[in-house]
Nanobody
């Protein structure tokens, strides 16, 4: 079992920035590819970004490319999502996913105009 806890969400004005964190329990964090997803009001969950377990490769949703950066610190069992130039349509619950199997509870990001 892996437990994931997201943090860093909040209310931000359009054009602002946030850095989300996802902290995993246990000592197996480095074994997992990590991903961020989001789900806005009335919408399906959508992929945001992925970082592979060895950090050799990352992939970001093309529509957000240039505004987001995914990174990880295996020593801290943490994956980050840096988001810049936030837009109203970025409002969503952001969740992390470990190994395609384990979900966190999510952190709310609200972007106001």
């Amino acid at each position: 079992q892996v437990q994931l806890v997201e943090s860093g969400g909040g209310l931000v004005q359009a054009g602002g920035s946030l850095r989300l964190s996802c902290v995993a329990s246990g000592r197996t964090f480095s074994s997992y590819d990590m991903e961020w997803y989001r789900q806005g009001p009335g919408k399906d969950r959508e992929f945001v970004a992925r970082i592979y377990r060895d950090s050799a490769k990352t992939y970001s949703e093309p529509s957000m490319k240039g505004r987001i950066t995914i990174s990880r610190d295996n020593a801290k069992n943490t994956v980050y999502l840096q988001m810049n130039d936030l837009k109203r349509e970025d409002t969503a619950i952001y969740s992390c996913l470990a190994g395609g199997m384990y979900w966190g509870q999510g952190t709310q990001v609200t972007v106001s105009s």
